[in-house]
């Protein structure tokens, strides 16, 4: 048995198949959680490193997004107010 950092609510999660990284989610609050550690088992607040890989995935689009680019800078290149 484990507990939330959140609300201190008593999580039951299968000691026998959690494994470190495993997320759950508080039945209590809602927060998302995960394993950090098996034995003893505890939990942790998941952080948002899923979203950081996300990120990556984007770095791939931005190699299109270069060509667009070379259109912004003529246009700043020509500065109105010069
Ligand atoms: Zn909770």
Do not use: H, K, Y
Request: aromatic share 2%.
């Amino acid at each position: 048995m484990a507990t939330c950092p959140e609300c201190d609510a008593p999580i039951e999660v299968d000691e026998v198949d959690a494994d470190v990284g495993d997320e759950i989610s508080c039945t209590e609050c809602g927060q998302n959680l995960v394993v950090v550690n098996t034995d003893p088992l505890e939990l942790d607040f998941a952080t948002d490193e899923d979203d950081e890989d996300e990120d990556d995935d984007d770095d791939l689009d931005d190699e299109d997004d270069e060509l667009d680019d070379d259109a912004d800078d003529d246009v700043e290149d020509g500065d109105w107010d010069e």
